[in-house]
């Protein structure tokens, strides 16, 4: 069974860092793509950076230079560096799973977590 835990989410002040960590178990982690998603209220879910086991990553426009996408295989866990973050980084953020492909499309992935929330304030 196939689980993914978020964690580290928060609220910080515009400016601030968070750094968020995914949990995966349940499947063999370095054969797929792995995502971050974000979802903020009244909005779809968008891709935020994604990476393969190869280490290399996509990033959404909003986010270069700013979030850094990595990996740990062999604890099976992915993290979201975030800085300088804004206000419109709010949003409640998720861990996906099982892209064959470096994608930042929501239909790529079937696997998902339950989300973290990062709220960003002026």
């Known amino acids: 069974q196939v689980q993914l835990v978020e964690s580290g989410g928060g609220s910080v002040q515009s400016g601030g860092s968070l750094r968020l960590s995914c949990a995966a178990s349940?499947?063999?982690?370095?054969?797929?793509?792995m995502g971050w998603f974000r979802q903020a209220p009244g909005k779809e879910r968008e891709g935020v950076a994604t990476?393969?086991?190869?280490?290399?990553?996509t990033y959404a426009d909003f986010v270069k230079g700013r979030f850094t996408i990595s990996q740990d295989n062999a604890k099976n866990t992915l993290y979201l560096q975030m800085d300088s973050l804004k206000p419109e980084d709010t949003a409640m953020y998720y861990c996906?799973?099982?892209?064959?492909?470096?994608?930042?499309?929501?239909?790529?992935?079937?696997?998902w977590g339950q989300g973290t929330q990062v709220t960003v304030s002026l």
């Open positions: 349940g499947f063999t982690y370095s054969h797929y793509c």
């Open positions: 990476i393969n086991s190869d280490d290399s990553t």
């Open positions: 996906a799973a099982g892209a064959t492909i470096l994608s930042l499309a929501v239909r790529h992935y079937n696997n």
